[in-house]
Protein backbone atom coordinates (compact mmCIF):
# COMPACT_ATOMS: atom_id res chain seq x y z
CA UNK A 1 0.00 0.00 0.00
CA UNK A 2 1.28 3.15 -0.86
CA UNK A 3 1.23 6.52 1.42
CA UNK A 4 0.43 9.23 -0.09
CA UNK A 5 3.15 10.68 -2.19
CA UNK A 6 4.25 14.10 -2.67
CA UNK A 7 1.94 15.18 -5.53
CA UNK A 8 -1.23 14.93 -3.75
CA UNK A 9 -2.15 11.19 -4.92
CA UNK A 10 -4.62 9.98 -2.58
CA UNK A 11 -3.39 5.73 -1.08
CA UNK A 12 -5.20 3.57 0.14
CA UNK A 13 -5.75 3.38 4.13
CA UNK A 14 -6.96 0.56 6.23
CA UNK A 15 -9.45 2.72 7.76
CA UNK A 16 -11.13 2.64 4.57
CA UNK A 17 -12.27 -0.96 4.59
CA UNK A 18 -15.46 -1.65 4.94
CA UNK A 19 -14.91 -5.75 5.50
CA UNK A 20 -16.53 -6.48 2.24
CA UNK A 21 -14.52 -7.11 -0.81
CA UNK A 22 -17.28 -6.32 -3.62
CA UNK A 23 -17.35 -2.52 -2.15
CA UNK A 24 -13.76 -2.39 -0.78
CA UNK A 25 -12.54 -2.96 -4.54
CA UNK A 26 -15.09 -0.57 -6.08
CA UNK A 27 -13.92 2.34 -3.21
CA UNK A 28 -10.20 1.26 -4.48
CA UNK A 29 -11.22 2.04 -8.41
CA UNK A 30 -13.40 5.31 -7.50
CA UNK A 31 -10.01 6.41 -5.56
CA UNK A 32 -7.99 5.44 -8.88
CA UNK A 33 -10.35 8.05 -10.91
CA UNK A 34 -9.87 10.75 -8.26
CA UNK A 35 -6.45 10.61 -8.62
CA UNK A 36 -6.35 10.03 -12.07
CA UNK A 37 -8.37 13.60 -12.14
CA UNK A 38 -5.66 15.06 -9.97
CA UNK A 39 -2.98 13.31 -12.49
CA UNK A 40 -4.52 15.33 -15.20
CA UNK A 41 -4.95 18.39 -13.42
CA UNK A 42 -1.80 18.85 -12.54
CA UNK A 43 -0.12 17.79 -15.72
CA UNK A 44 -2.41 20.69 -17.72
CA UNK A 45 -4.77 19.38 -18.92
CA UNK A 46 -6.87 20.82 -21.33
CA UNK A 47 -10.88 21.86 -19.89
CA UNK A 48 -12.33 19.44 -21.83
CA UNK A 49 -10.23 16.55 -21.00
CA UNK A 50 -10.87 17.28 -17.26
CA UNK A 51 -14.41 17.29 -17.73
CA UNK A 52 -14.70 14.16 -19.31
CA UNK A 53 -12.22 13.00 -16.05
CA UNK A 54 -15.19 14.23 -14.17
CA UNK A 55 -18.21 12.97 -16.25
CA UNK A 56 -16.55 9.28 -15.54
CA UNK A 57 -16.12 10.25 -11.83
CA UNK A 58 -19.61 11.35 -11.83
CA UNK A 59 -21.26 8.03 -13.58
CA UNK A 60 -19.26 5.78 -11.74
CA UNK A 61 -20.20 7.08 -8.16
CA UNK A 62 -24.07 6.59 -9.65
CA UNK A 63 -23.11 2.78 -10.31
CA UNK A 64 -21.48 2.62 -7.32
CA UNK A 65 -24.07 3.79 -5.19
CA UNK A 66 -26.71 1.40 -6.34
CA UNK A 67 -24.35 -1.34 -6.39
CA UNK A 68 -23.85 -0.77 -2.84
CA UNK A 69 -27.43 -0.53 -2.02
CA UNK A 70 -27.94 -3.83 -3.84
CA UNK A 71 -24.81 -5.36 -1.63
CA UNK A 72 -26.80 -3.65 1.51
CA UNK A 73 -30.39 -5.00 0.74
CA UNK A 74 -29.18 -8.18 0.47
CA UNK A 75 -27.54 -8.68 3.70
CA UNK A 76 -30.75 -7.00 5.17
CA UNK A 77 -28.84 -4.32 6.86
CA UNK A 78 -30.66 -2.42 8.94
CA UNK A 79 -29.42 1.29 7.85
CA UNK A 80 -29.99 0.56 4.11
CA UNK A 81 -32.65 3.32 3.64
CA UNK A 82 -30.49 5.78 5.83
CA UNK A 83 -27.78 5.03 3.80
CA UNK A 84 -29.19 5.41 0.81
CA UNK A 85 -30.72 8.67 1.90
CA UNK A 86 -26.99 9.85 2.53
CA UNK A 87 -25.88 8.67 -1.24
CA UNK A 88 -29.08 10.71 -2.57
CA UNK A 89 -27.59 13.74 0.08
CA UNK A 90 -24.33 13.11 -2.06
CA UNK A 91 -25.27 13.07 -5.46
CA UNK A 92 -27.59 16.79 -4.46
CA UNK A 93 -24.41 18.13 -3.17
CA UNK A 94 -21.99 16.98 -5.97
CA UNK A 95 -24.62 18.32 -8.27
CA UNK A 96 -24.12 21.75 -6.25
CA UNK A 97 -20.43 21.97 -6.52
CA UNK A 98 -20.49 21.04 -10.39
CA UNK A 99 -22.30 24.32 -10.76
CA UNK A 100 -20.45 26.47 -8.68
CA UNK A 101 -17.57 27.36 -10.71
CA UNK A 102 -15.04 26.34 -8.03
CA UNK A 103 -12.26 26.18 -10.59
CA UNK A 104 -10.70 22.76 -10.92
CA UNK A 105 -8.68 22.47 -8.01
CA UNK A 106 -11.40 23.49 -5.23
CA UNK A 107 -13.46 20.87 -7.02
CA UNK A 108 -10.81 18.37 -6.55
CA UNK A 109 -10.59 19.12 -3.09
CA UNK A 110 -14.30 18.70 -3.01
CA UNK A 111 -14.58 15.52 -4.57
CA UNK A 112 -11.78 13.97 -2.20
CA UNK A 113 -13.44 15.08 0.94
CA UNK A 114 -16.51 14.16 -0.23
CA UNK A 115 -15.57 10.40 -0.89
CA UNK A 116 -13.25 10.00 2.12
CA UNK A 117 -15.81 11.63 4.62
CA UNK A 118 -18.35 9.07 3.51
CA UNK A 119 -16.52 6.42 3.11
CA UNK A 120 -14.85 6.26 6.41
CA UNK A 121 -17.42 7.59 8.33
CA UNK A 122 -20.49 5.99 6.70
CA UNK A 123 -19.54 2.86 4.51
CA UNK A 124 -17.29 1.46 7.46
CA UNK A 125 -20.48 0.96 9.35
CA UNK A 126 -20.84 -2.13 7.36
CA UNK A 127 -18.21 -3.70 8.97
CA UNK A 128 -19.84 -3.70 12.50
CA UNK A 129 -22.93 -5.11 11.06
CA UNK A 130 -20.84 -7.67 9.43
CA UNK A 131 -18.98 -8.29 12.55
CA UNK A 132 -21.63 -8.58 14.76
CA UNK A 133 -23.69 -10.54 12.45
CA UNK A 134 -21.48 -13.09 11.16
CA UNK A 135 -22.58 -12.26 7.47
CA UNK A 136 -21.43 -14.29 4.66
CA UNK A 137 -19.92 -12.17 2.41
CA UNK A 138 -17.47 -13.99 0.37
CA UNK A 139 -20.31 -14.12 -2.18
CA UNK A 140 -19.98 -10.30 -2.40
CA UNK A 141 -17.17 -10.35 -4.18
CA UNK A 142 -15.65 -9.55 -7.90
CA UNK A 143 -14.47 -13.10 -9.59
CA UNK A 144 -11.66 -11.27 -11.49
CA UNK A 145 -7.90 -11.95 -11.56
CA UNK A 146 -6.33 -8.62 -12.29
CA UNK B 1 -34.57 30.07 -27.72
CA UNK B 2 -37.90 30.03 -28.76
CA UNK B 3 -39.99 33.83 -27.74
CA UNK B 4 -42.98 32.71 -25.43
CA UNK B 5 -43.28 35.97 -23.44
CA UNK B 6 -43.40 35.78 -19.31
CA UNK B 7 -43.17 32.63 -18.38
CA UNK B 8 -44.33 31.92 -14.43
CA UNK B 9 -42.12 28.87 -12.88
CA UNK B 10 -42.72 27.50 -9.50
CA UNK B 11 -39.43 25.77 -8.14
CA UNK B 12 -40.01 23.39 -5.16
CA UNK B 13 -37.15 21.89 -3.14
CA UNK B 14 -36.32 21.89 0.47
CA UNK B 15 -32.69 22.97 -0.30
CA UNK B 16 -32.42 26.95 -0.56
CA UNK B 17 -29.09 26.34 -2.55
CA UNK B 18 -30.92 24.16 -5.25
CA UNK B 19 -33.50 26.57 -5.77
CA UNK B 20 -30.84 29.19 -6.15
CA UNK B 21 -28.73 27.50 -8.47
CA UNK B 22 -31.69 26.50 -11.10
CA UNK B 23 -33.25 30.33 -10.39
CA UNK B 24 -30.08 31.64 -11.60
CA UNK B 25 -30.35 29.86 -15.10
CA UNK B 26 -33.02 31.43 -15.89
CA UNK B 27 -32.12 34.93 -14.93
CA UNK B 28 -33.63 36.38 -18.03
CA UNK B 29 -36.31 38.70 -17.94
CA UNK B 30 -38.72 36.13 -19.97
CA UNK B 31 -39.60 34.04 -16.43
CA UNK B 32 -41.03 35.52 -13.81
CA UNK B 33 -40.05 32.87 -11.00
CA UNK B 34 -41.48 31.70 -7.26
CA UNK B 35 -38.96 29.89 -5.55
CA UNK B 36 -39.86 27.91 -2.30
CA UNK B 37 -38.93 25.33 0.22
CA UNK B 38 -42.27 25.11 1.61
CA UNK B 39 -44.92 23.16 0.35
CA UNK B 40 -47.58 25.02 2.06
CA UNK B 41 -46.19 28.25 0.39
CA UNK B 42 -46.36 26.75 -3.05
CA UNK B 43 -49.53 25.25 -2.08
CA UNK B 44 -50.97 29.28 -1.41
CA UNK B 45 -49.16 30.29 -4.68
CA UNK B 46 -50.72 27.95 -6.87
CA UNK B 47 -54.46 29.14 -5.61
CA UNK B 48 -53.14 32.45 -6.51
CA UNK B 49 -51.18 32.83 -9.67
CA UNK B 50 -51.84 29.99 -12.84
CA UNK B 51 -48.19 28.94 -13.62
CA UNK B 52 -46.93 27.68 -17.03
CA UNK B 53 -44.57 25.15 -15.24
CA UNK B 54 -43.74 23.84 -11.86
CA UNK B 55 -40.33 22.00 -11.05
CA UNK B 56 -40.82 20.05 -7.95
CA UNK B 57 -38.43 17.79 -6.04
CA UNK B 58 -39.83 14.73 -5.17
CA UNK B 59 -37.36 13.80 -1.75
CA UNK B 60 -38.52 16.17 0.38
CA UNK B 61 -39.50 16.41 4.04
CA UNK B 62 -43.12 16.29 2.59
CA UNK B 63 -43.80 13.94 0.10
CA UNK B 64 -43.16 15.42 -3.43
CA UNK B 65 -46.23 13.09 -4.44
CA UNK B 66 -48.87 14.39 -1.94
CA UNK B 67 -47.79 18.01 -2.95
CA UNK B 68 -48.23 17.27 -6.23
CA UNK B 69 -51.60 15.84 -5.42
CA UNK B 70 -52.43 19.16 -3.96
CA UNK B 71 -51.34 21.15 -6.82
CA UNK B 72 -53.58 19.30 -9.29
CA UNK B 73 -56.08 19.81 -6.71
CA UNK B 74 -56.08 23.52 -7.20
CA UNK B 75 -58.34 25.54 -9.57
CA UNK B 76 -55.51 27.67 -11.21
CA UNK B 77 -53.21 24.83 -11.67
CA UNK B 78 -54.83 21.57 -12.42
CA UNK B 79 -53.47 21.15 -15.65
CA UNK B 80 -50.40 22.54 -14.96
CA UNK B 81 -47.33 20.47 -16.20
CA UNK B 82 -44.86 19.43 -13.63
CA UNK B 83 -41.45 18.49 -14.03
CA UNK B 84 -40.23 16.15 -11.09
CA UNK B 85 -36.63 16.54 -9.61
CA UNK B 86 -35.17 12.94 -8.33
CA UNK B 87 -32.04 11.92 -8.08
CA UNK B 88 -29.96 9.18 -10.43
CA UNK B 89 -29.83 6.71 -8.83
CA UNK B 90 -33.46 7.23 -7.29
CA UNK B 91 -34.97 4.63 -10.00
CA UNK B 92 -37.86 4.13 -7.28
CA UNK B 93 -39.15 7.32 -7.35
CA UNK B 94 -38.27 7.80 -11.15
CA UNK B 95 -40.49 4.93 -11.99
CA UNK B 96 -43.08 6.05 -10.06
CA UNK B 97 -43.16 9.60 -11.35
CA UNK B 98 -43.36 8.44 -14.70
CA UNK B 99 -46.31 5.78 -14.07
CA UNK B 100 -48.26 9.02 -12.47
CA UNK B 101 -48.11 10.67 -15.36
CA UNK B 102 -45.56 13.48 -14.55
CA UNK B 103 -44.49 15.32 -17.51
CA UNK B 104 -41.08 15.01 -17.12
CA UNK B 105 -38.42 14.45 -14.72
CA UNK B 106 -35.03 15.91 -14.18
CA UNK B 107 -32.27 13.85 -13.02
CA UNK B 108 -29.45 15.13 -10.38
CA UNK B 109 -27.26 16.18 -11.05
CA UNK B 110 -28.01 17.08 -14.03
CA UNK B 111 -27.13 18.55 -17.57
CA UNK B 112 -27.22 22.62 -17.85
CA UNK B 113 -28.52 22.51 -21.32
CA UNK B 114 -31.15 19.65 -20.40
CA UNK B 115 -32.78 21.39 -17.80
CA UNK B 116 -32.94 24.68 -19.46
CA UNK B 117 -34.14 22.86 -22.37
CA UNK B 118 -36.59 20.95 -20.49
CA UNK B 119 -38.16 24.13 -18.56
CA UNK B 120 -38.50 26.46 -21.71
CA UNK B 121 -40.11 23.41 -23.88
CA UNK B 122 -42.52 22.39 -21.67
CA UNK B 123 -43.56 25.91 -20.72
CA UNK B 124 -43.95 26.82 -24.25
CA UNK B 125 -46.58 23.52 -24.87
CA UNK B 126 -48.13 24.44 -22.06
CA UNK B 127 -48.86 27.76 -23.24
CA UNK B 128 -49.75 26.75 -26.77
CA UNK B 129 -52.23 24.67 -25.09
CA UNK B 130 -53.91 27.37 -22.94
CA UNK B 131 -53.80 29.77 -26.07
CA UNK B 132 -55.59 26.86 -28.36
CA UNK B 133 -58.30 26.29 -25.49
CA UNK B 134 -58.79 30.21 -25.69
CA UNK B 135 -59.17 30.27 -29.31
CA UNK B 136 -61.34 27.21 -29.18
CA UNK B 137 -63.68 29.49 -26.74
CA UNK B 138 -63.82 32.14 -28.75
CA UNK B 139 -64.84 30.10 -31.72
CA UNK B 140 -67.51 28.28 -30.21
CA UNK B 141 -68.77 32.40 -28.55
CA UNK B 142 -68.50 33.17 -32.10
CA UNK B 143 -70.49 30.32 -33.58
CA UNK B 144 -73.36 30.79 -30.54
CA UNK B 145 -73.32 34.16 -31.82
CA UNK B 146 -73.99 33.99 -35.27
CA UNK B 147 -75.93 30.82 -34.66
CA UNK B 148 -78.47 32.68 -32.32
CA UNK B 149 -77.70 36.73 -32.40
CA UNK B 150 -77.05 37.16 -35.86
CA UNK B 151 -80.50 34.90 -37.66
CA UNK B 152 -82.62 36.20 -35.67
CA UNK B 153 -82.80 39.96 -37.07
CA UNK B 154 -83.12 38.46 -40.36
CA UNK B 155 -86.13 36.31 -39.56
CA UNK B 156 -87.83 39.13 -38.09
CA UNK B 157 -86.76 41.10 -41.72
CA UNK B 158 -88.06 37.98 -44.16
CA UNK B 159 -91.59 38.02 -41.56
CA UNK B 160 -92.09 41.76 -41.54
CA UNK B 161 -91.12 42.17 -45.11
CA UNK B 162 -93.88 39.24 -46.12
CA UNK B 163 -96.63 41.15 -43.90
CA UNK B 164 -95.77 44.02 -45.83
CA UNK B 165 -96.12 42.37 -48.94
CA UNK B 166 -99.32 40.95 -48.10
CA UNK B 167 -100.58 44.37 -47.17
CA UNK B 168 -99.39 45.94 -50.15
CA UNK B 169 -100.82 42.63 -52.47
CA UNK B 170 -104.55 44.93 -52.77
CA UNK B 171 -102.33 48.44 -53.52
CA UNK B 172 -101.40 49.42 -56.58
CA UNK B 173 -98.12 50.70 -55.41
CA UNK B 174 -95.75 49.08 -57.64
CA UNK B 175 -92.64 50.45 -56.08
CA UNK B 176 -93.28 49.91 -52.66
CA UNK B 177 -94.36 46.18 -54.14
CA UNK B 178 -90.57 45.95 -55.96
CA UNK B 179 -88.78 47.52 -52.69
CA UNK B 180 -90.57 45.20 -50.34
CA UNK B 181 -90.06 42.27 -52.24
CA UNK B 182 -85.95 43.34 -52.55
CA UNK B 183 -85.87 43.68 -48.95
CA UNK B 184 -87.72 40.29 -48.56
CA UNK B 185 -84.91 38.63 -51.11
CA UNK B 186 -81.83 40.25 -49.74
CA UNK B 187 -82.72 38.96 -46.21
CA UNK B 188 -83.21 35.50 -47.16
CA UNK B 189 -80.27 35.38 -49.12
CA UNK B 190 -78.21 36.84 -46.62
CA UNK B 191 -79.95 34.27 -43.73
CA UNK B 192 -78.64 31.59 -46.35
CA UNK B 193 -74.91 32.75 -46.74
CA UNK B 194 -75.04 32.77 -43.01
CA UNK B 195 -76.34 29.29 -42.42
CA UNK B 196 -73.42 28.17 -45.24
CA UNK B 197 -70.66 29.89 -43.42
CA UNK B 198 -71.93 28.43 -40.41
CA UNK B 199 -72.12 25.23 -42.13
CA UNK B 200 -68.33 25.57 -43.90
CA UNK B 201 -67.17 26.26 -40.36
CA UNK B 202 -68.27 23.65 -38.18
CA UNK B 203 -67.79 21.18 -40.69
CA UNK B 204 -63.57 22.63 -41.11
CA UNK B 205 -63.83 21.56 -37.63
CA UNK B 206 -65.47 18.12 -37.81
CA UNK B 207 -63.08 17.54 -40.54
CA UNK B 208 -60.11 17.89 -38.40
CA UNK B 209 -61.42 16.02 -35.55
CA UNK B 210 -62.61 12.34 -36.86
CA UNK B 211 -61.16 8.95 -37.95
CA UNK B 212 -61.56 7.32 -41.23
CA UNK B 213 -63.81 4.26 -41.89
CA UNK B 214 -64.24 2.14 -44.98
CA UNK B 215 -66.96 3.45 -47.69
CA UNK B 216 -68.61 1.90 -50.25
CA UNK B 217 -68.25 4.37 -52.67
CA UNK B 218 -71.36 2.85 -55.08
CA UNK B 219 -73.87 2.51 -52.47
CA UNK B 220 -72.75 6.13 -51.29
CA UNK B 221 -73.94 7.67 -54.30
CA UNK B 222 -76.95 5.93 -54.85
CA UNK B 223 -78.03 6.88 -51.59
CA UNK B 224 -77.10 10.53 -52.50
CA UNK B 225 -78.86 10.06 -55.72
CA UNK B 226 -82.20 9.36 -54.56
CA UNK B 227 -81.82 12.44 -51.77
CA UNK B 228 -81.28 15.23 -54.86
CA UNK B 229 -83.60 12.95 -57.29
CA UNK B 230 -86.78 15.49 -56.39
CA UNK B 231 -84.67 18.45 -57.29
CA UNK B 232 -83.81 17.30 -60.28
CA UNK B 233 -87.36 16.15 -60.84
CA UNK B 234 -88.36 19.85 -60.63
CA UNK B 235 -86.56 20.80 -63.64
CA UNK B 236 -87.20 17.75 -65.75
CA UNK B 237 -83.37 16.72 -65.23
CA UNK B 238 -81.85 13.10 -65.81
CA UNK B 239 -79.81 11.70 -63.44
CA UNK B 240 -78.04 8.58 -64.32
CA UNK B 241 -75.42 6.26 -62.49
CA UNK B 242 -72.59 4.68 -64.13
CA UNK B 243 -70.91 2.24 -62.28
CA UNK B 244 -67.55 0.38 -62.84
CA UNK B 245 -65.61 -1.74 -60.93
CA UNK B 246 -66.78 -1.46 -57.18
CA UNK B 247 -64.32 -0.03 -54.69
CA UNK B 248 -64.02 1.35 -51.55
CA UNK B 249 -62.34 3.87 -50.21
CA UNK B 250 -61.46 5.40 -46.62
CA UNK B 251 -62.91 7.91 -45.40
CA UNK B 252 -65.73 9.91 -43.16
CA UNK B 253 -68.95 8.99 -44.40
CA UNK B 254 -70.70 11.93 -43.65
CA UNK B 255 -67.97 13.94 -45.03
CA UNK B 256 -68.00 12.32 -48.50
CA UNK B 257 -71.57 12.57 -48.72
CA UNK B 258 -71.69 15.91 -48.21
CA UNK B 259 -68.86 16.69 -50.81
CA UNK B 260 -70.82 14.73 -53.01
CA UNK B 261 -74.03 15.96 -52.60
CA UNK B 262 -72.81 19.54 -53.03
CA UNK B 263 -71.35 18.55 -56.61
CA UNK B 264 -74.27 17.49 -57.62
CA UNK B 265 -76.36 20.28 -56.18
CA UNK B 266 -74.31 22.88 -58.46
CA UNK B 267 -75.10 20.52 -61.70
CA UNK B 268 -79.05 20.55 -61.00
CA UNK B 269 -78.46 24.16 -60.20
CA UNK B 270 -76.78 24.97 -63.45
CA UNK B 271 -78.32 22.81 -66.06
CA UNK B 272 -81.35 23.75 -67.94
CA UNK B 273 -84.93 22.36 -68.00
CA UNK B 274 -84.63 18.67 -69.42
CA UNK B 275 -80.72 18.17 -69.00
CA UNK B 276 -78.78 15.58 -68.49
CA UNK B 277 -76.94 14.65 -65.56
CA UNK B 278 -74.65 11.71 -65.18
CA UNK B 279 -72.30 10.79 -62.27
CA UNK B 280 -70.06 7.71 -63.09
CA UNK B 281 -67.30 5.67 -60.75
CA UNK B 282 -64.55 3.86 -61.60
CA UNK B 283 -61.19 2.12 -60.03
CA UNK B 284 -57.59 3.30 -61.45
CA UNK B 285 -54.75 1.59 -60.05
CA UNK B 286 -55.11 2.59 -56.62
CA UNK B 287 -57.39 5.36 -57.23
CA UNK B 288 -61.15 5.56 -57.19
CA UNK B 289 -62.63 8.24 -59.79
CA UNK B 290 -65.86 9.81 -59.73
CA UNK B 291 -66.91 11.86 -62.02
CA UNK B 292 -69.92 14.42 -62.14
CA UNK B 293 -70.81 15.74 -65.54
CA UNK B 294 -73.75 18.03 -66.87
CA UNK B 295 -74.87 19.35 -69.80
CA UNK B 296 -75.90 22.71 -68.69
CA UNK B 297 -74.58 26.47 -68.52
CA UNK B 298 -70.44 25.38 -68.12
CA UNK B 299 -68.36 28.15 -66.85
CA UNK B 300 -66.05 31.07 -68.18
CA UNK B 301 -61.92 31.11 -67.86
CA UNK B 302 -62.29 33.41 -65.00
CA UNK B 303 -65.04 31.15 -63.06
CA UNK B 304 -63.23 28.07 -63.58
CA UNK B 305 -60.17 29.86 -62.25
CA UNK B 306 -61.86 31.09 -59.07
CA UNK B 307 -63.73 28.46 -58.17
CA UNK B 308 -62.23 26.78 -55.23
CA UNK B 309 -60.69 29.59 -54.47
CA UNK B 310 -62.25 31.18 -51.10
CA UNK B 311 -61.23 34.72 -51.32
CA UNK B 312 -63.10 35.22 -53.89
CA UNK B 313 -66.81 34.75 -52.95
CA UNK B 314 -68.90 35.17 -56.14
CA UNK B 315 -71.88 33.55 -56.67
CA UNK B 316 -73.82 32.72 -59.83
CA UNK B 317 -77.17 31.87 -59.76
CA UNK B 318 -78.96 29.27 -60.85
CA UNK B 319 -80.87 28.33 -64.06
CA UNK B 320 -84.36 28.62 -62.31
CA UNK B 321 -82.92 31.58 -60.72
CA UNK B 322 -81.65 29.48 -57.62
CA UNK B 323 -79.45 31.38 -55.04
CA UNK B 324 -76.37 29.69 -54.17
CA UNK B 325 -73.59 31.20 -51.47
CA UNK B 326 -70.73 29.58 -53.33
CA UNK B 327 -69.62 27.89 -50.20
CA UNK B 328 -70.48 24.47 -50.87
CA UNK B 329 -67.74 23.77 -53.60
CA UNK B 330 -65.17 25.12 -51.15
CA UNK B 331 -66.48 22.56 -48.76
CA UNK B 332 -66.06 19.99 -50.97
CA UNK B 333 -62.85 21.19 -52.14
CA UNK B 334 -61.72 21.08 -48.22
CA UNK B 335 -63.30 17.70 -47.88
CA UNK B 336 -61.46 16.50 -50.91
CA UNK B 337 -58.47 17.76 -49.36
CA UNK B 338 -58.68 15.93 -46.01
CA UNK B 339 -59.28 13.03 -47.44
CA UNK B 340 -55.66 13.33 -49.71
CA UNK B 341 -57.70 13.54 -52.76
CA UNK B 342 -57.85 15.94 -56.00
CA UNK B 343 -59.95 17.45 -58.05
CA UNK B 344 -60.04 18.52 -61.64
CA UNK B 345 -62.99 20.23 -63.79
CA UNK B 346 -63.26 21.02 -67.52
CA UNK B 347 -66.00 23.20 -68.48
CA UNK B 348 -66.89 25.11 -71.39
CA UNK B 349 -70.08 27.60 -71.28
CA UNK B 350 -73.13 26.66 -73.42
CA UNK B 351 -71.67 23.02 -73.28
CA UNK B 352 -71.80 21.82 -69.64
CA UNK B 353 -69.55 21.06 -67.18
CA UNK B 354 -67.37 17.60 -65.46
CA UNK B 355 -65.68 17.33 -62.10
CA UNK B 356 -63.65 14.65 -61.85
CA UNK B 357 -62.73 13.53 -57.83
CA UNK B 358 -60.26 11.15 -57.30
CA UNK B 359 -59.82 9.47 -53.82
CA UNK B 360 -57.20 7.32 -52.53
CA UNK B 361 -58.51 3.61 -52.78
CA UNK B 362 -58.56 1.61 -49.63
CA UNK B 363 -57.50 -1.90 -49.86
Known sequence: MKKTNPTGIIGWKAEYNTGIDRIDFEHKIFLELVNSFKIALDAGRTKEELVKILTEIEKYAEFHFISEENCMFSINYPGYKQHQSLHFDLLEQFNLAKYEELGFSKFYEFIKDWFIMHTTQEDTRLKEFIDENNIEFDIFRYNISL | ?363
Open chain 2, 1 to 363: MMNIGLVNLLIIDDKQENLRLISSFFEDANYVIKATTSPDEAIKACKEIEFDLILLDIRMPVDGFQVCKWIKESDRNASTPIIFMAEKTDLENISKAFKLGCRDILTKPFQLEELISKVSTHSLLHIQYRKINELMSAKDKIFSIIGHDLRSPYNSLIGFSNLLLENLKETQNIEAIKYTEIINSLSVKNLELLDSLLNYARNLEKNALQAFDKINVTALISEILQVVQPAALLKDIKLTHEIGEAANIFGKRDLIATMIRNFLSNAIKFTNRGGHISILTKVANDWVEIVISDNGIGMDDHQLKTIFDHTIKESTPGTNGEVGTGYGLLLSKEIIDKHNGRVSVDSQTGIGTSFKISLPRYR
